[in-house]
C-alpha cells in the first residue's frame, strides 16, 4: 500500500510539479511559496557528482563566499600561541593545550575550528575527534592560516565550506527562507559556480554534476534544470 503524501508534500504540490526540472531563479521562486516551517529553516543546494567517490584524486572540496551571508551565527575556534589576538579578532574560544583537552574531552560546541600552521603540528592528534565531525582544519577550507583575523571574519561573514561524502553527493546550506529570492539564488549560484570550478583535473568525459535539487529544512526538493550547471 502507497503511503499517503504529507501535508507538506501535498501542500508543496500545489505550487509546483516536483518531477519537473526547472531553471534556478524559478526553483527559487517556487521554494519560497512552500508552507513554511515555525523556524527559519535553512536552504541547502544538493549536488549529486559524476566522479569516482572511490578514486583519492578525484576527491571534490573547496570553499566560497556567499554574497549574502548564511544568515547563520558561526561559532568559531582558534587553535593558537596567541589566544588573545583571536579573541580580539572575533574567536569565540582560543588557546592551544587547554583548548585541546576539552576537545579531546568530547567538546564540540563550535561550528569551524582554525588553527596556525605552527599549532596545527600538534592539532593533528586531534584528527579522530575533529575528523569524522568534519571540523578538522584545513589548509585547503582556509582553516589552517596564520592570518587568523582574515580567517575569522571570511567564516563569519559567510563562507561557506563544501566536501563531497563518500557518495559523491555535496549539500551546501545557501541561507535562510527568510533571506530574499534575490539573495537566496545569488548565494546558490555562487555554490554552484564554486563547486563547477573544484572539477578535479584528473576527471576525463562524462557528467561531472549530474543533478542538483534545492530545498530548506521541511520541503521536498526542487529539481533544476541541467542548462544550469552542464557547462561545469
Known sequence: MLKKPSKRIRAALKVADLEKDYPLKEAVEILVKFPKAKFDETVELSLRLGVDAASGDQ????????????????????????????????????????????????????????????????????????????LMPNPKAGTVTDDVAAGIKAVKAGRVEFKMDKTANIGVGVGKRSFTPAQILENAAAVLEAVGRAKPATFKGGVFIKSVTLSSSMSPGVRIASTEFSKY
Open 59 to 134: 576527491n571534490v572540496r573547496g570553499t566560497t563566499p556567499l554574497p549574502n551571508g548564511s544568515g547563520k551565527k558561526v561559532r568559531v575556534i582558534v587553535f593558537t600561541d596567541d589566544p588573545q589576538k583571536a579573541l580580539a579578532a572575533g574567536a569565540d574560544e582560543a588557546g592551544l593545550a587547554e583548548l585541546m583537552k576539552k576537545v579531546s574531552d568530547g567538546w564540540l560546541e563550535f561550528d569551524v575550528a582554525i588553527a596556525t600552521t605552527e599549532a596545527m603540528k600538534q592539532v593533528r592528534t586531534l584528527a579522530r575527534v575533529l575528523g569524522p565531525k568534519g
